[in-house]
């Protein structure tokens, strides 16, 4: 659960049951609007058995397997 401490909230079940996933992003906060923040549901799952991890655009938009390796154990 994410919350921003005046009210909004953002509940997120993983629906994916599987150990080839290493990234998952739940949620995006954007601190664009005047008002404060705003969090958005996102669920969005890495490639399998990628250990790429995700980038966060500046338009707010998240691209899954972009970012640098980050577990490589073997």
Do not use: C, Q
């Not at 995006?28 to 969090?39: E, K, Q, S, W, Y």
Request: charged share 25%; aromatic share 10%; glycine share 8%.
């Amino acid at each position: 659960m994410v919350t921003d401490g005046r009210g909004s909230t953002v509940t997120v079940p993983l629906y994916e049951n599987t150990k080839t996933r290493y990234w998952v992003a739940v949620a995006l906060v954007d601190f664009t609007d005047g008002d404060g923040a705003a969090i958005h549901h996102v669920e969005a799952y890495s490639a399998r058995m990628t250990e790429r991890r995700p980038v966060l655009h500046p338009d707010g938009t998240v691209e899954m397997n972009a970012g640098p390796v980050e577990f490589k154990w073997r």
